[in-house]
Each structure stands twice: as structure tokens, then as C-alpha cells.
């Protein structure tokens, strides 16, 4: 007789069908999916909770295309939520960049600003609420103390002022809580939009605002600390920020460019490891070849490599989660298979007596795809998981089809999304002469 599993809301159902046969992340009910690596999550866990104690951490998640980086993120972005930090992500691009001069960087901190959550604001737009329970937090001060609201809220943005680019972004939290008090909507509204880097010249934001700078490309790091101080100030843990699609900086074809972006990386990183940075955390996804290649990825520069690379024990079996680099391993047979029961159960909306095949069409499905694509079915499932998909929905819209009659008309393709179309990306300067009409 079957065993009862938890019961699955309508809502999670859907998202998760309707992500997966679009072979993109669902931000619902990833619970309901997650199989194997644990140690890794473990490990991520760890890093929130220190980020959450106040202090930092930085982690490379590399993996190849299809393999769950981003499954991966947006798991550890619903775990920094239930734990109380506030969370922003976003993938880069050619227009978004850690570093830049063309106004990239700042693209890319206003993506992330924007997409700013918090677990009662989780699908972004949080921004707001957290000035709020600021504003919140420096009242109950002010009446404890018996001093205006003004006044706590000033003392309490001591800390900021202090820091690089700090005086301006207090300057703009003030204004907020004057509007806010006020009941200002546009001097309220013009610090958001100072605080989401939505400024494009500081003209205007002196105007509206009275502050002489902006969050510029300069400034991209030094507003993501500020901004992590700030959300801790306001009562939550910190802040972690979730970068996906670093490849893009491999493939920017202006070397000068690509090394200014990991001297970037190469600041964050330094910050955080000797510990003069706090409250915030970074995890950056990246492919192999992002990390690995020594003429254009991660180890092309030599500080870097020397601080990412693995550690010489960790041989034959032996692992260590402590370092940088979390390298997403493949999932095993056992634990496709064991995703696949997990898809089966979301279409039963988790009542096995719904199930819409048996136990044998999954051993039948893997031998399929192992007999078709080899062993990468399971190094980059993406692509695995959306065909079982497809073949659910269809045994589930047709009543009475066999399973065994839909099988033989499953094709499933190697995962290589993303390597197919891996154009390096001009920076509208002049190119590496060798690398002019490189291709990956």
C-alpha cells in the first residue's frame, strides 16, 4: 500500500509543471524537488548563518550548463529568506557588470536593488518595507529615549556616515523618513530612487535631493555594502547577493575590460576573507571554464587563482566545503531516480493514488536516456527533467494512454544551452588582437 507523502498546494503544483517544461527554475515549491547535496547546502547554510551574526562570505557555485547552478541559487536564496536576511539577484549580462564605465555596473546594481526580498516581500520590491522598519525601529528608540523621531534616526545612521560613500546614503535615508513622516510621496520616491541607483546624473539628484553623488559604476560595491549595513540596521541579518551568468565576463572579448571585472572580484573577495567587510554574503555561479581557463576565466589572473584554487588534499573521494569554490557535483543515477519519484508525486499533487505511471516506467525512462545520451542525462539533467515532464503532461491530458507506446518517442538532448551561443561580447573598444575572432 502506498505511503501518504505531504500534500502538495495547487500553486506550488502549477509553478513548479510549468518552470520545469520551460527548463527554467521555479521560484515555488523547489522543496518538492531538491535531491542530493546536501553537504553543499549544508556548507551554504553555514555562510548565512555567519553572514546573519554579522559577518561575510563569498562562495563560487560552478557547475556546467544544466546542472543546477541556478536550481542551486534560488534554493539557497529560499533558505537566506526563512533565516531572515534579506536577498537580491540578478544574472549578468552584457549591459550588467561588476565593473564597467559605460554605466553597466550601475545597471547592475539597480537590477539588484530592484529585485531587493525579504521573506514577508519575497518576489522583490522590498526596498521600501526595510526603510520602513527602519523608520520603525528609530521611533520606538525615540520615544524610549524621549528625543524626536528626527534625531533617532540620524544617531542611528552614525555607522554609515563612516563609511566609503556613506555620508550621502544617510543624507538619502533621512530624506526618506522626512517624506515618510511627511507624507511627501515624491521626496519619498526620489530616495528610492537614489537608493535603487536609478540616478543618471547628479544634477538631478542634488535637486530633488540635496546630495552631491550618486550610485554610479564607481560606486557598485561600495552601494552593495551600504546597502547591506543599512538592511541589518533595520532589523534583518544581513544581506546575501546572488549573481548567476558570470560566464558573461569570460566572454567579454576586450581584455582589459575582463580584467578590470575580476580585479572586482578580486576586491570582494580579498574584503571578505580578511574580514573587513560585514553583513553580507556573495554567491557568484559561474561554468568551469569561467573559473578554470588560464587565458580568459577566473585563473587567467594570477591572485585569483591562487585564492580559488582547490585544496591538494581533497583527493580520491575526500572533499572539503569550507573553500571558496563549491564545484556542484553530478547527480547520481540514485538520486535522478529519486528526482523523478519527486516529479511524479508534484503531478499527484502528492497523493500516490493519483501517480500517472508505476515504479518501472522510471527504471524504463533512465535506461531510456542512458541508452540515448549516456551518462550526461544525469551530469546535466535540465534537459532529462523536462522530457519526463512533457511525457507526464501528456499521459495526463490523454486518458488511457500507455506509458510503454510514449517512450520510444522521447527524445532528450546533451545539455548545451549557452555553450552553442558562446559569443564573446565587444565592450565597444578595441579587441585583443588574437582574440579577436575567438569563438567558444
Known amino acids: 500500500m502506498n505511503t501518504k507523502v505531504p500534500a502538495i498546494k495547487p500553486r506550488d503544483r502549477d509553478t513548479v509543471i510549468s518552470a520545469l517544461r520551460a527548463g527554467v527554475v521555479p521560484r515555488l515549491g523547489l522543496q518538492h524537488i531538491q535531491v542530493g547535496r546536501q553537504r553543499e547546502i549544508e556548507a551554504l547554510i553555514r555562510d548565512i548563518e555567519r553572514v546573519g551574526e554579522g559577518g561575510a562570505s563569498i562562495r563560487f557555485v560552478i557547475g556546467a550548463y544544466g546542472a543546477g547552478k541556478t ?50 516581500v519575497p518576489d522583490g520590491g522590498a526596498l521600501r518595507n526595510i526603510l520602513e522598519s527602519y523608520i520603525q525601529k528609530a521611533s520606538e528608540r525615540a520615544v524610549a529615549r524621549g528625543i524626536s523621531i528626527d534625531a533617532a534616526i540620524k544617531e542611528g545612521l552614525g555607522d554609515i556616515r563612516e563609511m566609503t560613500a556613506g555620508y550621502d546614503f544617510a543624507t538619502v535615508i533621512s530624506a526618506y523618513a522626512k517624506g515618510y513622516e511627511e507624507g511627501n510621496t515624491n521626496l519619498q520616491d526620489a530616495a528610492l530612487r537614489w537608493l535603487r541607483g536609478e540616478y543618471t546624473t547628479k544634477t538631478e539628484a542634488r535637486a530633488d535631493l540635496g546630495v552631491r553623488t550618486i550610485i554610479d559604476d564607481a560606486s557598485f560595491y561600495d552601494g552593495l555594502r551600504l546597502l547591506a549595513r543599512f538592511v541589518r540596521l533595520a532589523g534583518f541579518g544581513g544581506m546575501l547577493v546572488c549573481l548567476d551568468e558570470l560566464v558573461n565576463l569570460y566572454k567579454l572579448q576586450n581584455s582589459q575590460a575582463r580584467k578590470q571585472n575580476y580585479e572586482q572580484i578580486l576586491r570582494i573577495l580579498n574584503d571578505v576573507l580578511q574580514g573587513t567587510t560585514e553583513s553580507i554574503g556573495f554567491i557568484l555561479g559561474g561554468t568551469p571554464e569561467f573559473l578554470l581557463d588560464t587565458r580568459r576565466g577566473l585563473y587567467s589572473y594570477e591572485a585569483l587563482q591562487s585564492r580559488l584554487a582547490e585544496n591538494t588534499f581533497a583527493v580520491n573521494g575526500l572533499a572539503d566545503y569550507s573553500g571558496t569554490v563549491i564545484n556542484l557535483p553530478s547527480l547520481t543515477p540514485e538520486e535522478l531516480y529519486h528526482l523523478l519519484e519527486r516529479l511524479r508525486d508534484v503531478f499527484a499533487a502528492g497523493d500516490p493514488d493519483r501517480w500517472l505511471v508505476p515504479d518501472d516506467a522510471l527504471t524504463a525512462f533512465m535506461d531510456h536516456c542512458a541508452n540515448h545520451i549516456g551518462d550526461a542525462y544525469f551530469r546535466t539533467p535540465r534537459n532529462t527533467v523536462k522530457a519526463f515532464v512533457d511525457l507526464l503532461a501528456v499521459i495526463e491530458q490523454n486518458p488511457g494512454t500507455r506509458w510503454q507506446d510514449l517512450l520510444n518517442l522521447v527524445e532528450v538532448n546533451d545539455d548545451n544551452s549557452g555553450a552553442a551561443d558562446h559569443e564573446v561580447v565587444t565592450d565597444g573598444v578595441e579587441a585583443d588582437d588574437e582574440l579577436a575572432n575567438f569563438r567558444i
Open 71 to 120: 536550481f542551486f541559487l534560488f534554493l539557497v536564496r529560499q533558505i537566506a529568506l526563512q533565516r531572515k536576511l534579506a536577498v537580491c539577484q540578478a544574472d549578468l549580462s552584457p549591459d550588467r557588470r561588476i565593473h564597467a564605465t559605460g554605466g553597466q555596473a550601475r545597471s547592475l546594481y539597480a537590477e539588484l536593488a530592484q529585485s531587493l526580498s525579504t521573506r514577508t
